[in-house]
């Protein structure tokens, strides 16, 4: 059965049924009892049992591995390294051997997790062709189950080509970070035209085969709107508590990211102080002498 066929078997408007614990909680996503590598298949069936999921970025194998055994289902190799691992000011500057990279990585960090991977700035707006070239790179040579792209009418045939070659696609609508140039950032779908325009874009990436797809800084109603219209899962990231699931960057998450944080991440923890304070007390304990100490040397 192909995966459209699959989601397919879902009535419209599936995810918007209550919430809460599954009736069959080993196979919960979060916190399930299966071992084995998650699959687009399970996001499907999850989405039919009204089950809420978390996803995290990851972007090497130690932190891939710590949210692994946290049981996170779903983990995001986004180009958003770009702004918290490489050092760029926007995701624009991602390249694929960039991605590629980083993606091995995660997939080698990880047993049970769906690693997703993104495809790029400019590794699919040529068409579907380009798409299903780098798509097939990251599915080969990093061992991703899945890629996400931008966009929502306008990459309608590369979702349909990369889904028809057995590529299972996430898209992402709302606000789409590698378009930064053209629409800053800010909440998109205010406004009658707007909204209209996101609900097109949903059903669009929908009706090609998508087996989910993230919102991005759009209004609460209007994403709730969008969940209950779909039967594949949304996924939330300054959308309101309305979608299927949550997506976070994990440095946003655990408070490394410096400065002002974005309105809608919660910090779980503050590892910027902590990491900062045990490099701190490693170089007062050098400077003064009293590390290495007797323990730490041999004899």
Do not use: C
Not at 150 to 156: D, P
């Amino acid at each position: 059965m192909s995966l459209q066929a699959a989601q397919n078997q879902s009535p419209a408007g599936a995810s918007a049924s209550p919430t809460g614990p599954s009736a069959d909680s080993s196979k919960a996503l979060y916190g399930g009892k299966s071992t084995r590598r998650i699959t687009v298949h399970d996001i499907a069936a999850a989405t039919e049992r009204g089950e809420k999921w978390p996803m995290l970025t990851a972007y090497d194998a130690m932190t891939a591995s710590v949210f692994d055994e946290a049981g996170i289902p779903v983990m995001l190799v986004g180009d958003s390294m770009g702004n918290v691992h490489l050092g760029y000011e926007t995701t624009v500057p991602v390249t694929m051997d960039e991605i590629a990279m980083l993606s091995a990585a995660v997939v080698r960090g990880t047993k049970r997790a769906l690693v997703v991977a993104d495809l790029p700035f400019g590794s699919y707006q040529e068409g579907p062709v380009q798409a299903l070239r780098n798509a097939t790179r990251l599915v080969k040579e990093s061992g991703v189950g899945a890629v996400k792209l931008e966009g929502g009418e306008r990459s309608y045939e590369q979702i349909r080509l990369l889904v028809e070659a057995g590529i299972p696609v996430m898209a992402h609508i709302g606000l789409t970070p590698q378009s930064v140039n053209a629409m800053g950032y800010r909440v998109q779908g205010r406004g009658e035209e707007a909204a209209q325009q996101l609900l097109r874009d949903a059903k669009a990436v929908q009706d090609a085969g998508a087996f989910a797809v993230v919102l991005e800084l759009v209004p609460a109603e209007l994403a709730a709107e969008v969940t209950r219209t779909l039967h594949i899962p949304t996924v939330g990231i300054g959308a309101g508590s309305g979608t299927d699931a949550q997506v976070l960057v994990y440095t946003d998450m655990v408070g490394l990211t410096g400065g002002k944080v974005p309105r809608f991440t919660k910090q779980y923890a503050n590892l910027r102080q902590a990491l900062g304070d045990a490099a701190k007390e490693f170089a007062e304990e050098v400077v003064g002498g009293t590390f290495p100490a007797a323990e730490h040397t041999f004899h």
